[in-house]
């Protein structure tokens, strides 16, 4: 189920402590056929959970700070990125040749947004001008399939629709099948972590934290940006040639630092940095970072006790483990595309939903991982992909969950074991109204970049922090140092 329990149970948390939590229920928020706003909630709720278990203990408080979630902030925050406005312009979401085509038997999407993607899709096409009327006639004359592969060989990013089913008989849903939503591993037998209290307001569980945020689109942003809110020094570090969006780096960037650092040239910084890290935050392909020393177990070698965190789009194995992908490729591939449109059109979720979500349930495996190593010690690694989440609220959509057990009979339907429902531990929900648009979730601030309009935090807790104490600033401003 897509709800806070069952996120909940797939974190490890103590199902007790769901009854510290209390969902206002608005109609209308994030409308979807599939469970978005459910899904949305459900990460949200179990990342506040996360945050006020950890600050309970670092305060020594006797109980949990009640958590509070409202679907009408979870949805302004599911839209932040489109949301955002600076000196009241509106962000540029998507390229123009990032979208849906039609081609000889189907439909593809592709993701164009920074120049080296698209000029590899233009080349992969036989070296097409940058104009949407060229590439809408060659892909009219290929097969999905064969769009969907040689974009990729060119190093490009293209994906074929499939249905749901479709995408359940693929070897990638097969590899995914066996994972749970959240991975979770203990790499060693590092000592317990000794954090020192917090005190005062607002209750900041991850205050004093270094977080080495190696990490791009959206989800790796996000989780980060939510670790900057409950405190955390977040140093979010690029390479200086790869491009960057700047209103998606401005979205993601509240409460952050930005420094640009050549891994190779730059060595000697990059490993001052390391040393006293206690979370790395990877976005790149499985393995794309393994050369510099930044595999799980090669990090947990050299600084003992660290926690590690990895987002990716298709998983760690699988033949698609190596791809890049993004939310809206993942959304096609797996059917959701198919699920959300009308008239033999393909659609799309009210936001990007695998990227926030799979975001915030990233902040809240890292929160849970440093509250484990305060017990128990070890360092630590989770892992999650989008297309897991996705897989996670595609079986909840009626009908299809039946479908995809026929033909896979035994494939998990839920991430976790979640609390039984006859079990006094539940959440609390209550109504609220009506969701009319996010402006009672949005507020502004002066910065370096001019004057912003932005959507709130949603993760909310007693005493917890209402707003970040940085607005965002430019692409690579800081110095790529700890402060």
Known sequence: MTDIRSAWSALGGDPALLTRTTTVVREGALTARLPARELARACVGACALAAAELGARRAGLAEVPAVRVDDGAVAAAFASERLLRVDGRAPVSFAPLSRLWRTADGWVRTHANYPHHRARLLAALGGLPEDAAAVEAALAERSAAEVEESVYAAGGLAVALRT??????HPQAAALAGQPLVAR????????RVLPPVTGAPLLPAAGLRVLDLTRVLAGPVATRTLALLGADVLRVDAPWLPELPDQHADTGFGKRSALLDLTADRAAFEELLASADVVVTGYRPGALDRFGLSP????????????????AWGPDGPWAGRRGFDSLVQVATGIAVTEGTDGQPGALP????????GYLLAAAVLRALTEQTRDGGSRCVRLALARTAAWLIREHPGTAARLTRERPG???APG????PGTPYDVVTEPGEPYRG?????????SALGRLRYARPAVSFTNGPTDWTRPCGPWGADPARWT
């Open 164 to 169: 749901a089913e479709e995408w359940a008989r």
């Open 185 to 192: 591993e203990r790499l060693d037998d590092a000592p317990a």
């Open 297 to 312: 177990r090669a990090l947990a070698a050299r600084r003992p006790g660290i926690v590690v965190a990895q987002v990716s």
């Open 351 to 358: 936001a990007q939903a695998l990227d926030h979500g799979t």
């Open 411 to 413: 494939t998990p339907d």
């Open 417 to 420: 074991t979640p609390a039984d």
């Open 438 to 446: 996010p402006e009672p979730w949005l507020t502004g601030t002066d």
